[in-house]
């Protein structure tokens, strides 16, 4: 076959098909084998590899280090993670932790570079996630370093809100948009205000391709209950186009395991059906028939919500409802977005009886 006719396929050769299968074959098995690693300080992930084994692995052993790019590494502390960045003298951290786990990725930083940790970033001011932060202040003293905290303007407001046990940050990024420099590096912050909580965050390391946003979504599965507290979906859906806009390879959601651009995608094809599904739900179940005035309000509703979301499970893909969390989290998403609609889109969502 000549190369021309090969390009158009307009001659079928048996050999050639059957070679150019095996070979179609054996790379598809090869790039199957390379979506999940052992996990490595020294060998940098390709974009859309994963932790082999995480969700034991970090149980078994006291941390998990998987460096991502040439000074970019994610640390997974049994059920929370933080990024690191090695520069030429010292080393960022995005979330000190809490839960004795602070001196863990202490050690487990020095693993990696003899370089002491100059520099913190709280993502947002939960403590789960920087609650241990007088451990990494109490560390750059022994090494007489003056240690720079990095936080947005929402996340000092509740930090001060709540009178949070933490060190206050030293330095302030604007919101809803801002950045700060540490060496060589520009880190860009977003804090929408709608996803998670009033001051989360994502954290984007420019140049390096990763993304540090606790929080948001663990990779390959559902969002968490009101997607993880969002004040809309709208907010949550706000930040996945933040995410598409941003050019980066890996996400570090601060529990699950390492996130690619195909894992926020799967989030935003959830959320299509979810909607899909739950506008189809509402023409074939009006919350009219449900009104019974012999009862409480809420007990009809819930009602009306998970027969709703009994149809609209029908209508989900077997990618969705396979997951082991589905039935737990569905019921929850399905009022979520009832509620989204009803406040956000359409006030005849929930009229009067007939
Ligand atoms: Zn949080």
Redesign the pocket.
Known sequence: MTRDRWQRGLAFEPLAFLTALVMACSASVAAQEAAEVPPSAVKALAPGQKIAGYDALRFEQPYIIQRLTERAYFLAVETNNLTFYVGDEGVLVFDPLSGRRAAIALQAIATVTDLPVTALMY????L??IGEASVFVAAAKKNGVNLRIIASQATLAEIERHGKPVPRPTEIVATPEGEFTFEELTVKVFTNGTR??VD?STAYLLGEGVVHA??FFVPGHLPFENF??SLDIKGFEDDLALLKRLDWQFFND?HGNIGSRQDALFQQEYIDQLRAATLAGLQALPFADFIDPTRHPDLYSLDWVAKLAEAAKKEMDPKFTRLEEFDYLFKNHVMFMIVNISYHQSGMVVPQAE
């Not at 993502?123 to 939960?126: G, Q, R």
């Open positions: 993502s947002h001011s939960h789960d996630h998670h909580s989360a606790p929080d993880d507290f601060g």
